[in-house]
């Protein structure tokens, strides 16, 4: 009779596997067709609304010269979709929605909603007063703050790969805007200050990923806490600098220009909000990696439609400088997918001693030696963690 159960055990074993191996391939060809296509489509979306977003508040900032104002309005109407959002969903699944105490949010979520406040707003300002390649090339320096801050928070390991790569982007920025015609050092000094509080803001968001009980893994849900905070940091610099300036300039307008104008900065609003859930699904359906070598191309059609749409003007040292910036962005990604290619092998080595030890009887010391004294890779504080958090923060640093 065993014989007989362990025989019928295995032949259904066998069975099971016949069907999951008998899928035809045409199958199975049109499913990476599927997939190739959904990827395609959400990095061309993707593209769309980053780029859109960048020339569309160019445009805007022309006629409409308060770029904080825009930035503090952008806020309440992504604040207001996250909330419409999270209702849609509620009436859907009936699963209550993720509201953090304002304890928690506090002393979790404040620091970076405040530096993310500070780096939109000012990038935004920034973008009023420079070139949009000059844009683009100061705001790429966000990746030498954020290993900066990194290293010294020890969320990332001293190198001299990262030395090359960070002295590699800095020299690009600098032969970028050597003798540059369209300069402007209020603008640039606003986007570097805004570079600054990116690298501070992406590196709170790191802790903050690191905090998995806090459940923000969705982006609107991150939307509807952070907000709040960005809108609290940024109110007294529009107060300062435009409130009433802009008060009056929209106290001044006819009746038949008020509202274009207000739907023209909400239009901005949405396709913001747009490009942080397509920014979300790119991640979620393809990879980081893909976001990542993305944005590069993103940030090379922008420098090219900057030259050939706005009129920005380029020396031969510019180009140079912009080569060897690209190429810094570029050994950054090369050099992060060498450390994720480490975790693996050491994910790998660690089950591996897992499955030794776990098939081993344990000797006497072995037996008296207290289980809170084992060492994981999962801890909380690993290397490992750290970096392919690290990693996955990296290539988010363009989102708005």
């Not at 499913?31 to 190739?36: A, F």
């Not at 996250?82 to 209702?87: A, D, G, K, P, T």
């Not at 997918?337 to 009887?361: G, P, Q, T, Y």
């Amino acid at each position: 009779m065993p014989g007989t159960k362990y025989k019928q055990l295995c032949t259904k074993s066998d069975v099971d596997e016949d069907v999951f191996t008998s899928k035809p391939k045409s199958k199975w060809g049109d499913v990476c067709l599927q997939k190739g296509l959904l990827s395609l489509g959400l990095i061309l979306l993707y593209f769309s609304l980053s780029i859109g977003l960048t020339f569309y508040q160019r445009w805007l900032l022309r006629d409409f010269k308060y770029p904080l104002t825009v930035v503090m309005y952008h806020l309440v109407v992504k604040w207001l979709l996250s909330v419409l959002v999270r209702s849609v969903l509620y009436c859907i699944t009936k699963t209550p929605q993720l509201v953090l105490p304002l304890g928690t949010s506090i002393r979790s979520v404040a620091p970076t909603g405040l530096s993310s406040g500070i780096d939109v707003g000012f990038s935004n300002w920034g973008l009023e007063l420079v070139t949009i390649s000059l844009y683009t090339m100061t705001k790429s320096t966000t990746i030498i703050f954020i290993l900066g801050f990194a290293i010294i928070l020890g969320l990332e390991k001293k190198s001299w790969s990262l030395v090359g790569i960070v002295l590699m982007i800095a020299a690009g920025l600098i032969m970028f805007t050597y003798k540059a015609t369209q300069f402007n050092i209020e603008g640039f000094s606003f986007l570097l200050l805004a570079s600054f509080a990116a690298g501070l803001r992406w590196t709170f968001a790191q802790l903050l990923m690191q905090k998995a009980k806090l459940g923000l893994h969705n982006p609107v849900d991150m939307v509807f806490h952070v907000q709040p905070w960005m809108f609290l940091a940024l109110i007294p610099f529009t107060a300062i600098f435009e409130g009433l300036d802009c008060i009056m300039f929209l106290l001044g307008l006819p009746d038949e220009l008020l509202l274009p104008t207000v739907l023209k900065v909400t239009v901005g609003a949405t396709i913001a909000f747009a490009m942080e859930i397509s920014e979300f699904l790119v991640v979620t359906y393809t990879s980081s990696l893909t976001l990542s070598i993305a944005g590069i191309f993103k940030e090379m059609c922008i420098l090219v439609l900057a030259v050939k749409v706005s009129g920005d003007q380029l020396s031969l040292i510019n180009v140079v400088g912009l080569a060897v910036c690209l190429l810094g962005i570029i050994g950054h990604i090369v050099h992060k997918m060498l450390i994720i290619r480490a975790v693996e092998s050491a994910v790998v080595v660690e089950v591996d001693n897992f499955e030794a030890v776990k098939n081993r009887s344990p000797n006497k010391d072995e037996t008296d030696e207290p289980l809170l004294t084992e060492k994981s890779w999962l801890s909380e504080d690993s290397d490992v963690d750290a970096n392919v958090v690290l990693y996955e923060v990296l290539q988010r640093r363009d989102g708005h």
